[in-house]
């Protein structure tokens, strides 16, 4: 009830193969965990009636999927880099989408409004 946080998912990946889908799983959870303990930090002063928001962007094309999670919080510092981030949660996204599924992920600052966005897009694996 301090920090209400509504979330939305927007768009489709369509049918996934299994092997790209529990993975991606994975790293929508970690990246969702990541975001409700850090964009929206329980010391933030909510103003009365504000509810965050986290947006989960699903799109696909015939060599792709695409997630993007982005969110109206504090955001990440101007001089973030997701590279050296070393923490339990970043270092599954990383190992999942890029090591394992050989995808890309880009974690930022939103240029549109308050708060940050991680784009991950992976290829379509053959079954």
């Known amino acids: 009830p301090e920090r209400p946080i509504r979330f939305e998912v927007h768009g489709d ?3 996934v193969p299994s092997d790209v889908v529990t993975r991606l799983a994975v790293v929508l959870n970690e990246l969702l965990q990541n975001t409700v303990d850090h964009a929206f930090p329980a010391d933030l002063p909510f103003a009365e009636g504000r509810v965050g928001l986290v947006e989960i962007l699903l799109s696909r094309d015939a060599e792709h999927i695409r997630m993007t999670v982005r969110d109206d919080g504090v955001g990440v ?15 599954i996204i ?19 409004s308050a708060g940050s966005e991680v784009l991950v897009e992976v290829p379509l694996l053959d079954d």
């Open 94 to 112: 990383r190992a999942l989408a890029t090591s394992e599924l050989g995808g890309e992920i880009i974690m930022r600052r939103r240029s549109d």
């Open 77 to 91: 510092p101007d001089d973030f880099d997701s590279s050296s981030q070393g923490g339990l949660g970043v270092s």
């Open 13 to 15: 990946a369509g049918l």
